[in-house]
């Protein structure tokens, strides 16, 4: 059973609104109960949030029956928004939404149909890569459609002696195109990008192991999806140490399965995670709504 923590919470409505953080039975993830986005939160309720989400990498808020603006708006307590780089995919009226749907209509895709087809942290192919992502189910399918999360600071606590010499000081380079051609070929409604897109996402280069900056912990930071090389290491060399991190940093005892319910809004930690979208069959319609909150430079 999982344990309770019971917080009270100032309501902005003068009355007292019980939160409780349910800590789910694995290595990562917790469900709050009580809170009502719908409502404006105090900074007692949000001072509470963030604890949580420090402290279990993913918070699940159940049945949020909220607008797309109310999502960005309880986003942006949490720091400034970032845009995908595929903008053909944001919501209209709402560009700080990303549209996560396998949806066709009239013979357009509504939103990146293979998003987290790969391990992967957001947007760590930027200079500042995310803080967190908030993802909120629009529609769901009936069977499939999970997301699985990998605690990165739990894979850098169990990296073996040797891995963890080998990678001791080490930096990485990430690139938003790494997989990108192979995504196309499996998808025939990812588009070509323009220079000026390819321009927006040009490589980068961050820690192989960077420090949160709020906890001090240290996590794995390489991706199957975006990381393309070890810096200062021979090709084969490099392939072969992120092999092993790659295999490491998913092993069945660091991830969390997150099974969607209606209106779920999950808000995990990119600085903390990975994710991985499982899929869903081919015919089952599933949409929802991302928002990406600004982190700062890894060291």
Not at 105 to 125: M, N, R, T
Not at 231 to 243: C, H, I, K, M, Q
Request: proline share 7%; glycine share 6%.
């Amino acid at each position: 059973m999982n344990a309770v923590v019971s917080l009270e919470v100032s309501a902005v409505a003068q009355s007292s609104v019980p939160l409780e953080i349910r800590p789910f039975d694995g290595p990562l993830g917790a469900e709050l109960v009580g809170l009502d986005l719908h409502r404006p939160l105090d900074r007692h309720a949000l001072q509470a949030i963030h604890a949580a989400h420090l402290e279990h990498h993913v918070l699940v808020f159940r049945d949020q029956r909220i607008s797309p603006q109310q999502q960005v708006d309880f986003s942006r307590l949490f720091g400034p928004l970032q845009i995908h780089v595929l903008r053909n995919f944001q919501l209209a009226g709402t560009p700080e939404v990303l549209v996560v749907s396998n949806v066709v209509a009239d013979g357009k895709p509504i939103g990146l149909g293979d998003a987290g087809h790969f391990w992967h942290s957001d947007l760590s192919y930027k200079d500042k890569p995310s803080l967190g992502s908030l993802l909120h189910a629009q529609e769901l399918p009936a069977e499939g459609g999970d997301t699985l999360f990998a605690n990165m600071h739990l894979a850098f606590d169990t990296l073996p002696a040797a891995l963890r010499e080998a990678v001791r000081g080490r930096q990485a380079e990430h690139s938003y195109l790494k997989q990108y051609a192979a995504l196309q070929k499996r998808s025939p409604w990812r588009p070509n990008l323009t220079q000026a897109q390819i321009d927006e996402v040009k490589a980068v280069v961050h820690p192989v192991v960077r420090t949160h900056p709020e906890t001090g912990r240290q996590a794995v930071f390489v991706s199957e999806h975006f990381t393309t090389r070890i810096v200062g290491l021979p090709r084969d060399e490099s392939d072969a140490l992120l092999a092993e991190l790659f295999a490491h940093s998913v092993r069945p005892g660091h991830i969390y399965r997150h099974r969607w319910q209606p209106h779920d809004m999950v808000f995990w930690d990119n600085r903390s995670l990975m994710h991985l979208a499982a899929g869903c069959p081919a015919d089952q319609r599933r949409t929802l709504y991302r928002t990406t909150i600004e982190g700062d430079v890894p060291y």
